[in-house]
């Protein structure tokens, strides 16, 4: 069983569970991606993003109390979220989507710090940092089409505003590093966030794989150690 560094309060509350987490995010991916964007599915995929947030928390480990107020604040996102799916005012969009990337930032920073907490590293660590990584996709995803909807010019090349499932596409290969100039940014602020979202996926990308790797290197190593066929050829 994997240990864990009783560094923080809440630790002891972590679940691990980034299972679910990571078929979640899979899901609101590809439900955003092949229905369009609807009011209702713009509900949809704001409540799936709050439960998103919900879930990192219990993975990761917070505070009892920080979970109750966490919860009743994600009620009442909820609700807001309802209102402002039906709605085609463009600042109340952009801020919608702007705090979907907040929250899904703040769940990749809450991921990392956990990962990093543990003493060991096991497949849901790894599932863990492959969470993360999609967060970072979505996240930005709802970055673009926040400043889409409050630039006057169109996001993209060749005259295209840009829909949810273009966002996502976008993001999803950017943050990958695929380019396949199908789409590209139109505008300095749509570069400088793909500027942004490439050093940030690959940094993060790096790191953890650095960290993993460096966590599962000595344990590899205690094992052929104790081989008999190990001490014999050390003999």
């Not at 991606?33 to 879930?55: Q, S």
């Not at 169109?154 to 273009?166: C, E, H």
């Amino acid at each position: 069983m994997t240990q864990e560094s009783q560094t923080r309060p809440g630790l002891e509350n972590a679940t691990n569970n980034y299972g679910r987490l990571f078929l979640l995010l899979l899901g609101i991916l590809f439900f955003a991606m092949f229905t369009g964007g609807p009011p209702i599915i713009r509900v949809l995929v704001a409540i799936g993003v709050i439960l998103v947030v919900l879930g990192t928390l219990q993975a990761t480990g917070v505070t009892r109390r920080i979970m109750r107020n966490a919860t009743w604040i994600s009620v009442g996102l909820a609700l807001l979220s309802v209102g402002a799916g039906f709605t085609e005012a463009t600042s109340v969009l952009a801020a919608v989507s702007f705090a979907a990337a907040g929250g899904l930032a703040a769940s990749v920073l809450l991921i990392v710090r956990h990962i990093f907490e543990m003493d060991g590293i096991t497949v849901r660590e790894v599932v863990g940092g492959l969470t993360a990584y999609t967060q970072v996709a979505l996240a930005f995803s709802f970055l673009y089409s926040g400043t889409a909807v409050l630039i006057e010019e169109d996001f993209f090349n060749n005259g295209i505003a840009g829909t949810s499932s273009d966002f996502i596409y976008f993001s999803v290969v950017t943050v990958t590093t695929l380019g396949y100039g199908d789409l590209a940014p139109a505008t300095n602020v749509g570069r400088s966030l793909v500027i942004l979202e490439t050093l940030l996926g690959q940094i993060l990308l790096i790191v953890l794989v650095a960290f993993l790797v460096g966590r599962l290197s000595p344990r590899r190593s205690k094992v052929e150690s104790d081989h008999p066929t190990s001490k014999r050829r050390l003999g």
